[in-house]
T-cell receptor, first 110, second 113 residues
Framework: RKEVEQDPGPFNVPEGATVAFNCTYS??????FFWYRQDCRKEPKLLMS???SGNEDGRFTAQLNRASQYISLLIRDSKLSDSATYLC???????????FGQGTRLTINP | GAVVSQHPSRVICKSGTSVKIECRSL??????MFWYRQFPKKSLMLMAT?????????EQGVEKDKFLINHASLTLSTLTVTSAHPEDSSFYIC?????????FGSGTRLTVV
């Protein structure tokens, strides 16, 4: 079983739609959780950290359910510029390295 | 914010030659840096953790004699792909941690012909 699993997509949605991404992780010792965005042929960039209480940054909302070992990302009122690959990333307690999911490709269509 | 500079951004080399990739933390000191590899339409896979002043820690299945890592200072880590072959063609990305945030270099696209 992969340490971090995501639906690879691709997701093709019209501009203005709401999109939801899901992610599960296998190691209950995981401590920190993130969503990264990666554009084609570019490095990943931090979109937001994910907290148990849930957190929101503009059109983006992230949720964490530790009991289910499940992380989600919701994008509201999607823009053309949201087209990218979204990576679910986990950091284990006491470890420095990040573990990446395979990413979910999103294309927003005009 | 923290900046990690990586170069070259793109390199084409002949099979059997070696290629060195540099990763620098520009405005912070990084005792630990990470090297990832990403194949097309795949996610980032950690290759090794580079530790300043000591040997790198390699992930399972990564040949340490083929992927040489040197972390001689708090701001520079290098990855050398020795005797490169076409199957080594990939996108190599470094990362460093500044306080709680992980910052990535812009990546190096290696093509071995």
């Amino acid at each position: 079983r992969k340490e971090v699993e995501q639906d690879p997509g691709p997701f093709n949605v019209p501009e203005g739609a709401t999109v939801a991404f899901n992610c599960t992780y296998s190691n209950s010792a995981s401590q920190s959780f993130f969503w990264y965005r990666q554009d084609c042929r570019k490095e990943p960039k931090l979109l937001m950290s994910v907290y148990s209480s849930g957190n929101e940054d503009g059109r983006f909302t992230a949720q964490l359910n530790r009991a289910s070992q499940y992380i989600s990302l919701l994008i509201r009122d999607s823009k053309l510029s949201d087209s990218a690959t979204y990576l679910c990333v986990v950091n284990m307690r006491g470890a420095q390295k990040l573990v990446f999911g395979q990413g979910t490709r999103l294309t927003i269509n005009p | 914010g923290a900046v990690v500079s990586q170069h070259p951004s793109r390199v084409i080399c002949k099979s059997g030659t070696s290629v060195k990739i540099e990763c620098r933390s520009l405005d912070f000191q990084a005792t630990t840096m990470f090297w990832y590899r990403q194949f097309p339409k795949k996610s980032l896979m950690l290759m090794a953790t580079s530790n300043e002043g000591s040997k790198a820690t390699y992930e399972q299945g990564v040949e340490k004699d083929k992927f040489l890592i040197n972390h001689a200072s708090l701001t520079l880590s290098t990855l050398t792909v020795t005797s490169a072959h076409p199957e080594d063609s990939s996108f190599y990305i470094c990362s460093a941690r500044d306080t709680s945030a992980y910052t990535f270099g812009s990546g190096t696209r290696l093509t071995v012909v």
